[in-house]
């Protein structure tokens, strides 16, 4: 019983961690967060909540950046610039693509098409300031 308890303060430690920032945070950042606050806490636990709130749909994960992946805590529809500058992720709020985008991915693959994702590159505000 002791060990259930235990556990599930860690998982909810971990989504509440993953929810309190819109930084698209890696498992490491997770776990250097969490572990002064929770000294037994592994990494290999912090992996293996993200991929089950992956799993269930409580988070997303948006990939990986940079050689890590990245999680998310909002799952509605936005897309993501990608700063290659500083691997920065920034939300960007959903748009309208035009409809023949689809058309034509549909007509060159010859497949069916039901979504899309897109993904910005270049470089965050921050980043663009002082490169100038
Ligand atoms: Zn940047
Ligand atoms: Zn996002």
């Not at 940079?66 to 509605?76: S, V």
């Not at 691997?87 to 979504?115: F, H, N, W, Y």
Request: proline share 4%; hydrophobic share 35%.
């Amino acid at each position: 019983m002791e060990q259930v308890r235990k556990h599930s303060r860690k998982r909810d430690a971990i989504l509440r961690c993953v929810r309190s920032t819109d930084c698209h945070p890696t498992a490491d950042w997770v776990f250097s967060r969490l572990k002064p606050e929770i000294p037994d806490l592994s990494l290999g636990t912090v992996y293996r909540n993200l991929a089950m709130f992956k799993e269930e749909g409580t988070i997303l994960s948006l990939g990986v950046v940079n050689g890590l992946e990245r999680f998310d805590r909002r799952i509605d529809p936005h897309s993501h610039l990608i700063c290659q500058c500083c691997s920065r992720v920034v939300d960007v709020e959903a748009m309208d693509l035009p409809e023949t985008i689809c058309q034509e991915a549909a007509r060159q693959t010859g497949g069916a098409i039901t979504g899309w994702k897109l993904q910005f590159v270049g470089l965050c505000d921050k980043c663009k300031a002082t490169q100038k």
